[in-house]
């Protein structure tokens, strides 16, 4: 019996991708499909990281096309290919660097650069190019919770060269003051060195930066939300209603500049005490899920408040390095995969493919 591609294309119709909930023949997923007799070849082109996925999502293609009659023999390549998306008008991508993810809380003390931390971490175990910039001038954290020391290079004496920590480039003021310095600067100062630190860093090839914002809604934070090319924000919050509202200043924020939300955190949602299994809300019960019904925004996941997540970054190995088989590393690389699927369903960017135009005047 000879194998139409159109058997086949229906036959792999009904496989849906878990983290879109679509079939990767309607998006477009499936490439290069190829019969020969009873030997089929096709490729499938995720638009996001999922490592981990990738053997599982195989079985199920290679099953599916094999219940087609005729069929003998399959092969399927499945892999990632993240492209650059839109972020705010007038604002131009970033060299070297494809999509700009902020982290916010508009409150400190809600464990936003522990998830920042984790989340570049998951992106980059799940198979993508990352980088972390640490943006809280004042109070920055990146470089103990990574485990990385020392000075930035400059092959040019223009720019530096990021550092590396557990796979991801990372940049940081910490880099560059003594850890016990205090950096006394207005407002402008701050965000000039800022916006050095991330226009200056030679990022190589990136498919994802995520940006560690210092907390509050103010000067600092509005400028990068304006002058950064953002594909998306990720907002961190606890339950308790004391986080909540400055939470909710920070989505009004991103709101205002154009910048899309991406979803929500929950972090320290629940403690489940070490030495009798008792589970606790300490902070509130649902408190961001609530908040995540209320704007309509998607609940990326929750996080307990786990004293291992805070010796892990405290030690320089976050969570998802530190414990990579782990329920909560799971937990991280969940939300990961739902913030990398939300950037690729979003409107690319296709500037790079645009001429450059100059205007000459004749002499």
Same mark, same amino acid.
């Given at each position: 019996?000879? +194998?139409? /591609? ?27 499909? $190829?019969?020969?007799? %009873? ?5 499938? /082109? ?27 023999? +399959? ?6 290919? =993240? ?8 604002? @131009? ?5 494809? !999509? ?17 931390? !984790?989340?570049? *971490? ?16 004042? %109070?920055? $954290? ?10 930035? /290079? $400059? ?27 205090? #950096? ?15 226009? @200056? ?34 907002? =961190?919050?606890?339950? @308790? ?11 009004? #924020? &991103?709101?205002? +500049? ?9 972090? #320290? ?14 902070? %509130? ?5 609530? #908040?995540?019904?209320? &704007? ?6 929750? *996080? ?6 805070? /010796? @892990? ?21 969940? =939300? ?17 493919? &645009? ?9």
């Amino acid at each position: 019996m000879s +194998v139409t /591609e159109q058997a086949l294309l229906q036959a792999l119709e009904q496989v849906v991708d878990p983290n879109t909930g679509r079939d990767f023949v309607s998006a477009k997923a499936v490439r290069n499909l $190829s019969v020969s007799g %009873g030997e089929v070849a096709f490729d499938v /082109e995720l638009g996001y990281p999922a490592r981990s996925q990738i053997p599982a999502l195989r079985s199920a293609l290679i099953a599916a096309a094999r219940g087609v009659p005729g069929v003998e023999n +399959v092969s399927v390549n499945v892999a990632t290919r =993240v492209t650059a998306h839109a972020v705010q008008r007038g604002v @131009q991508l970033l060299p070297g660097v494809k !999509n700009i993810v902020a982290v916010a809380s508009g409150k400190g003390g809600v464990g936003k650069s522990t998830t920042s931390a !984790n989340l570049a *971490l998951a992106l980059a175990a799940e198979g993508a190019t990352v980088g972390l910039l640490d943006a809280d001038i004042y %109070g920055p $954290s990146q470089p103990m919770m990574m485990g990385v020391s020392g000075r930035p /290079e $400059s092959g040019d004496g223009k720019t530096m060269e990021p550092l590396l920590g557990h796979g991801v480039q990372i940049m940081s003021i910490g880099f560059l003051v003594e850890q016990d310095q205090a #950096m006394i600067w207005r407002g402008p100062m701050a965000t000039q060195a800022l916006e050095q630190l991330l226009r @200056q860093t030679r990022w190589k090839d990136l498919d994802y930066l995520v940006v560690d914002l210092p907390p509050g809604t103010g000067d600092i934070q509005l400028t990068l939300a304006q002058r950064v090319p953002m594909t998306g924000a990720v907002i =961190v919050t606890t339950p @308790q209603d004391i986080a909540l509202i400055d939470a909710k200043k920070a989505v009004r #924020m &991103f709101e205002k +500049v154009g910048v899309p939300i991406l979803g929500l955190v929950e972090n #320290m949602a629940v403690h489940v005490c070490s030495r009798c299994g008792h589970a606790e809300h300490i902070f %509130g019960a649902d408190g961001g899920k609530r #908040m995540a019904e209320e &704007f309509k925004l998607d609940y990326l996941g929750a *996080l307990p408040l786990a004293l291992s997540i805070r /010796e @892990q970054a405290d030690g320089g190995r976050p969570t998802v390095v530190a414990e990579p088989d782990s329920e909560l590393a799971a937990v991280y690389k969940a =939300v990961a995969r739902r913030v990398a699927v939300a950037i690729a369903q979003k409107n690319k960017d296709f500037s790079s493919k &645009f001429p450059t135009i100059t205007v000459s005047k004749d002499t």
